[in-house]
């Protein structure tokens, strides 16, 4: 039988896996990923104010494996060999006739001192321990920022910081402790969100001077010390940091010879072929794609992504050309456990919503919808 491998168990790898069943693929499916459960980190954000407990946000995958007639196989890649029709783990080889990398992106950790920086989007752990280091601080500076790959600037999620940022505000100004803290947002651009376009942008920046957010905008990152954010346009003090660094390909990339973009990541076209490799897709971060500069890396376009490499690999199971190209498309609600700011943008439409409390409850259920299709 026909055997398709999705490596990964994120937000790519299932709507993969669950739209060639939607397409009525009738091969065997096998996911190769160290972890069963699906960590929804969308919702990190809420865990400092109590808005969720981590375990909630840790949904075991039994039930879709077996709705969907999934092998599941718990190894790490190493690489790959036969020009992607091998993949090697610590588990062994598994060969395939059609290969899906849906394995995310990586975090670049090479800022001198960056340990000393909490990183949010490293996942559900991280997001309860500044909910701790919050509970902890009577008063203080904290500093929050994030950039981009220096060699992809495409490569960056900046989402989730803005909400942290934000979300922060609120939790200590609910706590009646705001006025005990400097808060700082610091971003090497001297227009963060770009991607986001100009009024989302102004209307942040807006948002950040309302609520007394002081910035440090426009300057090289140099290095980070215990309680210091250096950059080349000058230090700030800081008893917390929370940083998202730019994103690369996995680190198991290097020693294959699959086509690389110069930030590290697979090079496909826009239908989610890997170049010059016969049935090898990448969908979601792991891939770098033709299409417009503000394209996002977030699960919305991941699973976009995903739903037009299942619907070329049926046609070409089906004996048919490939012909879906995936759909740039930037869907975002900006949380601020109040309310929150609507940002949608396509290659025809920027349109940017007012903060609206419609907004965070939106957040919220679409939560639950899109979790319910796992549990």
Same mark, same amino acid.
């Given at each position: 039988m026909t055997n398709i491998t999705v490596l990964g168990s994120g937000f790519a790898a299932l709507t993969a896996a669950r739209e060639l069943r939607r397409h009525r693929v009738d091969a065997e499916i096998t996911m190769i990923s160290p972890r069963d459960e699906l960590h929804y980190l969308p919702s990190v954000i809420w865990l400092p104010a109590n808005l969720r407990k981590g375990e909630e946000l840790k949904v075991p995958l039994r039930h879709f494996f077996a709705q969907h007639r999934v092998n599941f196989v718990r190894a790490a890649v190493t690489g790959l060999e036969d020009g992607g029709r091998t993949v090697l783990t610590d588990q062994g080889a598994y060969r395939n006739d059609h290969l899906v990398i849906a394995t995310g992106g990586r975090l670049i950790r090479k800022l001198p001192g960056i340990e000393h920086a909490l990183i949010p989007c490293e996942g559900i752990a991280v997001g309860e321990e500044i909910g701790r280091r919050l509970e902890a601080l009577p008063s203080g500076r904290i500093a929050i920022g994030f950039s981009a790959n220096p060699n992809e600037q495409g490569a960056v999620r900046g989402g989730p910081m803005f909400e942290f940022l934000f979300i922060i505000d609120t939790l200590l100004r609910r706590q009646g402790r705001r006025h005990r803290f400097d808060i700082t947002f610091f971003n090497p651009s001297p227009r963060p969100g770009a991607r986001l376009g100009p009024k989302a942008v102004d209307g942040l920046i807006a948002?950040?001077?309302?609520?007394?957010?002081?910035?440090?905008?426009?300057?090289?990152?140099?290095?980070?010390?215990?309680?210091?954010?250096?950059t080349d346009g000058g230090e700030i003090d800081a008893d917390l940091i929370l940083f998202m660094p730019g994103i690369t390909g996995p680190a198991w990339l290097a020693s294959t010879d699959l086509p690389l973009s110069p930030g590290g990541m697979v090079m496909a076209d826009a239908m989610c072929r890997v170049e010059g490799r016969?049935?090898?897709?990448?969908?979601?971060? %792991? @891939?770098?794609? /033709?299409?417009?500069?503000?394209? =996002?890396?977030?699960?919305?376009?991941? +699973?976009?992504?995903?739903?037009?490499?299942?619907?070329?690999?049926?046609?070409?199971? %089906? @004996?048919?050309? /490939?012909?879906?190209?995936?759909? =740039?498309?930037?869907?975002?609600?900006? +949380?601020?456990?109040?309310?929150?700011?609507?940002?949608?943008?396509n290659e025809r439409f920027n349109i940017v919503g007012p903060r609206m409390k419609l907004f965070h409850w939106l957040k919220r259920f679409f939560e639950g919808y899109y979790l319910r299709t796992f549990r």
């Open positions: 948002e950040m001077k309302r609520r007394e957010i002081a910035t440090h905008l426009g300057h090289k990152m140099v290095c980070m010390e215990e309680k210091k954010v250096v016969p049935n090898v897709w990448v969908v979601g971060d %792991a @891939g770098s794609f /033709p299409g417009p500069d503000w394209m =996002p890396k977030q699960a919305h376009q991941a +699973d976009l992504q995903a739903k037009a490499a299942a619907a070329n690999i049926a046609a070409a199971l %089906a @004996g048919r050309e /490939p012909k879906t190209r995936f759909k =740039p498309e930037l869907i975002c609600i900006v +949380d601020t456990l109040d309310d929150g700011m609507l940002v949608f943008r």
